[in-house]
């Protein structure tokens, strides 16, 4: 059974930083393209960052160069670097895991979604 399971999301003030992890089970966790959406109050969940098994990253334009993420294949876990964080990153962010190692933006084509782990950004 796939598990997606994220932490650390927190309220920081604009400027601030964070790091998303996300525990990975039930699946070959780098056979699979994984990648981080998140979803503001109101709005479509949006893709904002994906990995592939080549290490392969691609950003939102929203958020590259404040954005990272990366993998450690050793402990199935995914993580989001935020730096630079903006009151309009304030939103749930979603691990997810693709059905195979091709990475799209769009949450139609996920097979497997976390729980979700909230993150505000005050001015």
């Known amino acids: 059974q796939v598990k997606l399971a994220e932490s650390g999301g927190e309220s920081v003030q604009t400027g601030g930083s964070l790091r998303l992890s996300c525990a990975a089970s039930?699946?070959?966790?780098?056979?699979?393209?994984m990648a981080w959406f998140r979803q503001a109050p109101g709005k479509e969940r949006e893709g904002i960052a994906t990995?592939?098994?080549?290490?392969?990253?691609f950003y939102r334009y929203t958020v590259k160069g404040r954005f990272t993420i990366s993998a450690d294949n050793a402990k199935s876990t995914l993580y989001l670097q935020m730096n630079n964080l903006k009151p309009e990153d304030t939103a749930m962010y979603y691990c997810?895991?693709?059905?195979?190692?091709?990475?799209?933006?769009?949450?139609?084509?996920?097979?497997?979604w976390g729980q979700g782990t909230q993150v505000s950004v005050s001015s």
């Open positions: 997810a895991a693709f059905p195979n190692d091709n990475c799209f933006m769009m949450a139609r084509t996920v097979s497997d």
């Open positions: 039930g699946f070959i966790f780098r056979d699979r393209c």
């Open positions: 990995i592939d098994s080549r290490d392969t990253t």
